[in-house]
């Protein structure tokens, strides 16, 4: 199966500072990859479709310039979470779903605090 | 649109015992189903899949889920339940040509000796 890494696995950040996360495929090119937030004792909820080579596209209520995805290469997309704020403290989740075979890998996540 | 119901927000089973988790989906044809098991603070595992075929589907860890089309469900089952399966279990949909999964809300499993 595929394998996903996500960095880092944790963070905490100051409150109008930028965090970058990071979404690699290791075994497999990615076309195509999803971002996910997960608030506490809650389900996943997708935020974006990183597709590569090409803008994200974002789910509604999600906003665009407040989580930026780039994924410039076949391996790697990035979630910048900009100008955070406390309501911005969630776990963020990728994955990936190699092709052929529909079924979605995990990162491990990233656990964002915003203080 | 598709989605996906738990009804069971929080099951409590003792080790060895069986247990089930419910998981009805809303979808007009036939969806790709799947459950995922989360330890705290991790990503999410695939237990199992189901695409088409035995209705009857085997994943890992000893799990089976059930899919009902008559029922609109994909129920997960264990036999015997070890104090190391207590996790949020998550079943999630996906209709052919969508390459989102939905989520249903989770269903977080306690052990108790």
């Known amino acids: 199966g595929a394998v996903v890494s996500q960095h880092p696995s944790w963070v905490i950040c100051k409150s109008g500072t930028s965090v970058k996360i990071e979404c690699r495929s290791l075994?497999?090119?990615?076309?195509?990859m999803f971002w996910y937030r997960q608030f506490p004792k809650q389900s996943l909820m997708l935020m974006a479709t990183?597709?590569?080579?090409?803008?994200?596209?974002?789910e509604q209520g999600v906003e665009k310039d407040k989580f930026l995805i780039n994924h410039a290469s076949l391996t790697l997309s990035t979630l910048t979470v900009t100008s955070a704020h406390p309501e911005d403290s969630s776990f963020y989740i990728c994955?990936?779903?190699?092709?052929?075979?529909?079924?979605?890998?995990f990162g491990s996540g990233t656990r964002l605090t915003v203080v | 649109a598709q989605s996906v119901t738990q009804p069971d927000i929080h099951i409590t089973v003792s080790e060895g015992a069986s247990l089930e988790l419910r998981c009805n989906y809303s979808?007009?044809?036939?969806?790709?189903l799947f459950w995922y098991v989360q330890s705290p603070g991790q990503g999410l595992q695939l237990l199992l899949k189901?695409?088409?075929?035995?209705?009857l589907v085997q994943g890992i860890k000893g799990f089976e889920a059930e899919f009902k089309r008559s029922q609109s469900s994909f129920n997960l089952r264990k036999p015997s339940v070890h104090w190391s399966d207590a996790a949020e279990y998550f079943c999630a949909v996906v209709s052919f040509g969508n390459e989102k999964l939905t989520f249903g809300t989770g269903t977080r499993l306690t052990i108790i000796p």
């Open positions: 994955s990936v779903s190699p092709p052929g075979l529909y079924g979605y890998t």
């Open positions: 075994d497999f090119q990615a076309t195509t």
């Open positions: 979808y007009g044809a036939t969806p790709y």
């Open positions: 189901y695409f088409s075929g035995d209705t």
């Open positions: 990183s597709n590569e080579g090409s803008k994200a596209t974002y």
